[in-house]
Nanobody
Framework: QVQLVESGGGLVQAGGSLRLSCAAS????????MGWFRQAPGKEREFVAA????????YYANSVKGRFTISRDNAKNTVYLQMNSLKPEDTAVYYC???????????????WGQGTQVTVSS
C-alpha cells in the first residue's frame, strides 16, 4: 500500500516555474515507478511524465518535453516535477501516481494522490 500526497501547486504567470512534490508513505516506495498526470477542466486526464524505480529512465509527453523534468529521491520517498516555461495550457490539477512497472497510461497505475492545482495566467 502506498499513500501519495502532492504539494507545490499554485498560481504563476506564463513563463514562470513551479516544482511539484509528491511524498509517499511506506517503505517500498523505491520499488515503484512513478508518474505525473494532469487533468484540465472539461478534459480527460493525460500523461505528463514517468520515472522508473532507479530514476535512470524517464519519459515525457511531447507537450512538456524540454520544459518539465521528473526526478525522485528514494531516500526521502519523494518524486518531483520541475516545471519551467509554463504556459496557460499547462493549467490543470496535477496528480502523482505509483505503478509496479514503468508505465505511461493511467490505467497501469495502482495508487494516486489527491492532486494539486496549477494555474498559469497569461
Amino acid at each position: 500500500q502506498v499513500q501519495l500526497v502532492e504539494s507545490g501547486g499554485g498560481l504563476v504567470q506564463a513563463g514562470g516555474s513551479l516544482r511539484l512534490s509528491c511524498a509517499a508513505s511506506g517503505r517500498t516506495f523505491s520499488r515503484y515507478a512513478m508518474g505525473w498526470f494532469r487533468q484540465a477542466p472539461g478534459k480527460e486526464r493525460e500523461f505528463v511524465a514517468a520515472i522508473n524505480w532507479t530514476g535512470r529512465t524517464t519519459y515525457y509527453a511531447n507537450s512538456v518535453k524540454g520544459r518539465f523534468t521528473i526526478s525522485r529521491d528514494n531516500a526521502k520517498n519523494t518524486v518531483y516535477l520541475q516545471m519551467n516555461s509554463l504556459k496557460p495550457e499547462d493549467t490543470a490539477v496535477y496528480y502523482c501516481a505509483a505503478a509496479t512497472y514503468f508505465a505511461t497510461t493511467d490505467h497501469e497505475y495502482d495508487y494516486w494522490g489527491q492532486g494539486t492545482q496549477v494555474t498559469v495566467s497569461s
